[in-house]
């Protein structure tokens, strides 16, 4: 059974360092990106970026670039989101996805989402 | 960047067909994937490639793509289908995924 499970929710303040994960199993992990998409509170899906475990290829979308880093460490079969200085525009759920990579990037398994709150 | 269109709200009465567009520059030339998110869940992929399924989605959800507009089609509809359904496809010009800005079904 494919799963994805994300780590628990956070509660930071602006200008702390986060990161959070998401473990992959029941599937070849090396085969498949592992994308992460933002949810702010009552609004859309925002598309972050993706990551391949196999030879931790990256893309940002623009608007992320720079605000986040996002790592695998394929041996642990766990993907991260990190952020170095959060800002309370950050606080939003954040959702990890296993994306096909046959070319067509759709997400056919996401993690239960990390709620992330930043708060002074 | 690629933008997508999804209007903000769609009502349907039980037993009747739901349909949920999405518009594109061009978006019958691109892969278009639906998701479906009830409430309080994390999303999950209903259409993929247009038209096909995953394992366990009803074949009451479906969909087409041409022209400018993506269409994703729900038949019979049911009280358990009323969420947030989001559109999404890949922009290979700026290599990012985009996601429409969602469309919340009612079910009256």
């Known amino acids: 059974e494919v799963q994805l499970v994300q780590s628990g929710a956070e509660v930071k303040k602006p200008g702390e360092s986060l990161k959070i994960s998401c473990k992959g199993s029941?599937?070849?992990?090396?085969?498949?990106?592992i994308g992460w998409v933002r949810q702010t509170p009552g609004k859309g899906l925002e598309w972050m970026g993706i990551i391949y475990p196999g030879d931790s290829e990256t893309r940002y979308s623009p608007s992320f670039q720079g605000q986040v880093t996002i790592s695998v460490d394929k041996s642990t079969r766990i993907a991260y989101l990190r952020w170095s200085s959060l800002k309370a525009s950050d606080t939003a759920t954040y959702y990890c996805?296993?994306?096909?990579?046959?070319?067509?990037?759709?997400?056919?398994?996401w993690g239960q989402g990390t709620l992330v709150t930043v708060s002074s | 960047s690629y933008v997508l269109t999804q209007p903000p709200s769609v009502s349907v009465a039980p037993g009747q067909t739901a349909r949920i567009t999405c518009g594109g520059n061009?978006?019958?030339?691109?892969?278009v994937h639906w998701y479906q998110q009830r409430p309080g869940q994390a999303p999950v992929l209903v259409v993929y490639?247009?038209?096909d399924r995953p394992s366990g989605i009803p074949e009451r959800f479906s969909g087409s793509n041409s022209g400018n507009t993506a269409t994703l089609t729900i038949s019979r509809v049911e009280a358990g289908d009323e969420a947030d359904y989001y559109c999404q496809v890949w922009d290979s010009s700026s290599d990012q995924g985009v996601f429409g800005g969602g469309t919340k079904l009612t079910v009256l």
């Open positions: 029941g599937y070849s992990f090396d085969s498949y990106w």
């Open positions: 061009n978006i019958g030339t691109k892969s």
């Open positions: 996805a296993r994306i096909e990579a046959s070319g067509t990037y759709q997400g056919d398994f």
């Open positions: 490639d247009n038209n």
